[in-house]
């Protein structure tokens, strides 16, 4: 039966929003409070949510994207009129490019007072316009009797749909109109789409006569790890996952390609492949052409999975398209292939395959790229439930395809998608708060940390004991190589390299620089125990050289 439940004592809008939160299962808010949000916080204060107050709103923004992604719920935001929309509109974009649910709620002007132009603080001309392009959709509560019906849209975009970043702006004079009177039940969790059973057919007759199946999944597959590995293991598909799905086939499975669709081997077999399923997966530039040669394609029959029909229209077209629910569509595919049967697969194909591309890409590596899988490799054998939050950075770029997740959502980072800096250090500080049991290391450069580096206060402040592996080559290595291989003179990449361990100290952090892999490994082993973060700064040129060879 449905509850009836409404405030017993006056209420403004404010506070029974925050109830309203509390029954969507809401347990953290990520913000910085101001003149224009303090009534929000009028109830925050009574509720059993907790505040993360970060330093600047792009951390806010990213701290609800890394508990997002380890929860799989919305992170949430509390955000200030004007400068807050501006400052966390960048960590916006990156969870909308790698669709991250994300609820913002701001301020805004007064209902009489918006897009006046007058100057009154913090106006800008229009939010909902700023945030348009990296948002599922954005909202002006023009009165609290449409708080409700709003909160529901959010989240059913987050629990049935292709999970986006939701605006929520609030005017000044609605967050303290009087709202006792609205119900507080949330509204009823919507059932994901299933494919039709007519395309779940033809998908089916296409697999079970496929000589040569190959499978491409993608974050959208992120919950449906059992269902997938047992289809590919009854076609003997090859199986190759992008960042976001990391995890979701064991590491040690002998169908398992793990992230390298960017090489020369697993893109000619993919060309093999007479049918391709692409599950949950966009097919886009970060994950299939990280060397942006355009060469990754699909010459074979390609059947795509997604929940959202519109990113099935873009860059492969499918021949068979499935709008759905990763794990129903590929559990009706199992049921139907099973019943159809299969036909011998190629002596050539699978397991064996599968063999011989992680051969030839693992002999590929170079000295440096040695090293540096090497130490993500330490990491997760010292640490092996840990959390790898990356940022855009080299070690993290090896990583994206030499490391295989032991589970689903345990490897994500910002070099894919929308491609921020400074991303890692707040986005590490939400997953230790999504998942307080594991380990969690933050994988981040000396020049991405500068851009979020007063987060560590934060941490310090939060009690958030995560690892931040600081990988420190003085300046922006990879664009300065990038140049060069550009015949460009290098200019803005040599930048200034401040004490790490010295600041790192000063808020309050455990600091220490290691050299070798013994020394990293008793470092973790202690940091894993402490309610503060620790920072372990590795020089570059150090660690290659004590891996046995020369950067």
């Given at each position: 039966m449905m509850s009836t439940e409404t405030f017993a004592t006056p209420a403004t809008c404010g506070e029974v929003l925050v109830r309203l939160l509390e029954n969507y299962g809401v347990q953290q808010v990520f913000g910085i409070p101001g003149v224009h949000t303090v009534e929000l916080y009028r109830g925050l204060a009574r509720s059993s949510i907790r505040h993360i107050t970060p330093r600047h709103e792009q951390g806010a923004g990213f701290m609800a994207?890394?508990?997002?992604?380890?929860?799989?719920?919305?992170?949430?935001?509390?955000?200030?009129?004007?400068?807050?929309?501006?400052?966390?509109?960048?960590?916006?974009?990156?969870a909308y490019a790698d669709s991250v649910p994300m609820l913002v709620i701001s301020s805004v002007n007064a209902r009489n007072q918006m897009g006046l132009g007058n100057g009154y603080l913090h106006e800008l001309p229009s939010q909902r316009n700023l945030t348009a392009g990296f948002t599922a959709f954005s909202h002006t509560l023009m009165s609290p009797d449409e708080l409700p019906q709003v909160l529901a849209r959010a989240f059913a975009v987050f629990e049935a749909a292709r999970p986006r970043p939701v605006h929520i702006e609030i005017p000044l004079d609605v967050i303290t109109a009087r709202a006792d009177h609205l119900l507080l039940q949330r509204s009823a969790v919507l059932a994901r789409p299933e494919a039709s059973h007519h395309g779940i057919a033809q998908?089916?007759?296409?697999?079970?006569?496929?000589?040569?199946?190959?499978?491409?999944?993608?974050?959208?597959?992120?919950?449906?790890?059992?269902?997938?590995?047992?289809?590919?293991?009854?076609?003997?598909?090859?199986?190759?996952?992008?960042?976001?799905?990391?995890?979701?086939?064991?590491?040690?499975?002998?169908?398992?390609?793990?992230?390298?669709?960017?090489?020369?081997?697993t893109r000619a077999l993919v060309a093999q492949a007479d049918v391709v399923l692409a599950v949950g997966t966009e097919l886009g530039?970060?994950?299939?052409?990280?060397?942006?040669?355009?060469?990754?394609?699909?010459?074979?029959?390609?059947?795509?999975?997604?929940?959202?029909?519109?990113?099935?229209?873009?860059?492969?077209?499918?021949?068979?398209?499935?709008?759905?629910?990763?794990?129903?569509?590929?559990?009706?595919?199992?049921?139907?292939?099973?019943?159809?049967?299969?036909?011998?697969?190629?002596?050539?194909?699978?397991?064996?395959?599968?063999?011989?591309?992680?051969?030839?890409?693992?002999?590929?590596?170079?000295a440096a790229t040695s090293a540096q899988a090497l130490l993500i490799a330490t990491l997760a054998e010292t640490l092996p439930d840990a959390i790898m939050v990356?940022?855009?950075?080299?070690?993290?770029?090896?990583?994206?395809?030499?490391?295989?997740?032991?589970?689903?959502?345990?490897?994500?980072?910002?070099?894919?998608?929308?491609?921020?800096?400074?991303?890692?250090?707040?986005?590490?500080?939400?997953?230790?708060?999504?998942?307080?049991?594991?380990?969690?290391?933050?994988?981040?450069?000396?020049?991405?940390?500068?851009?979020t580096l007063p987060e560590l206060a934060s941490a310090v402040e939060a009690g958030i004991g995560i690892?931040?592996?600081?990988?420190?080559?003085?300046?922006?290595?990879?664009?300065?190589?990038?140049?060069?291989?550009?015949?460009?003179?290098?200019?803005?990449?040599?930048?200034?390299?401040?004490?790490?361990?010295?600041?790192?100290?000063?808020?309050?952090?455990?600091?220490?620089?290691?050299?070798?892999?013994?020394e990293l490994v008793v470092q973790l082993a202690e940091a894993?125990?402490?309610?503060?973060?620790?920072?372990?700064?590795?020089?570059?040129?150090?660690?290659?050289?004590?891996?046995g060879a020369q950067p």
């Open positions: 994207d890394g508990y997002a992604r380890v929860t799989g719920k919305p992170g949430v935001c509390f955000i200030i009129t004007g400068p807050g929309m501006t400052n966390i509109a960048t960590a916006m974009a990156q998908a089916a007759h296409a697999l079970a006569h496929a000589q040569r199946p190959f499978i491409l999944a993608g974050g959208g597959a992120v919950s449906a790890g059992v269902a997938l590995q047992a289809l590919a293991e009854y076609l003997q598909a090859p199986v190759a996952l992008t960042i976001n799905a990391k995890g979701i086939v064991a590491p040690t499975h002998p169908l398992l390609l793990g992230s390298t669709q960017s090489t020369t081997y530039e970060t994950d299939y052409d990280t060397v942006f040669d355009n060469g990754f394609k699909i010459p074979g029959m390609l059947i795509r999975i997604d929940i959202d029909a519109l990113q099935l229209t873009r860059n492969f077209a499918p021949s068979i398209a499935l709008v759905s629910d990763a794990s129903l569509a590929l559990e009706a595919l199992h049921t139907q292939v099973a019943a159809l049967g299969t036909p011998p697969k190629k002596s050539d194909w699978g397991e064996s395959a599968v063999a011989q591309v992680r051969k030839s890409v693992n002999a590929q590596s170079d990356g940022d855009s950075t080299q070690p993290v770029y090896v990583g994206n395809i030499s490391f295989d997740a032991a589970r689903p959502r345990s490897w994500f980072n910002s070099s894919t998608g929308y491609g921020t800096l400074g991303y890692a250090l707040p986005a590490a500080m939400g997953a230790k708060l999504g998942a307080v049991e594991r380990a969690v290391i933050c994988l981040i450069g000396d020049g991405g940390v500068q851009f690892v931040v592996l600081l990988w420190n080559n003085a300046g922006y290595a990879e664009i300065k190589r990038y140049m060069t291989q550009r015949n460009i003179t290098p200019v803005g990449v040599d930048i200034y390299t401040p004490d790490f361990l010295a600041l790192a100290r000063g808020f309050g952090c455990v600091a220490q620089r290691v050299g070798n892999r013994a894993a125990h402490r309610r503060v973060p620790t920072v372990l700064e590795v020089l570059e040129d150090q660690w290659i050289a004590s891996c």
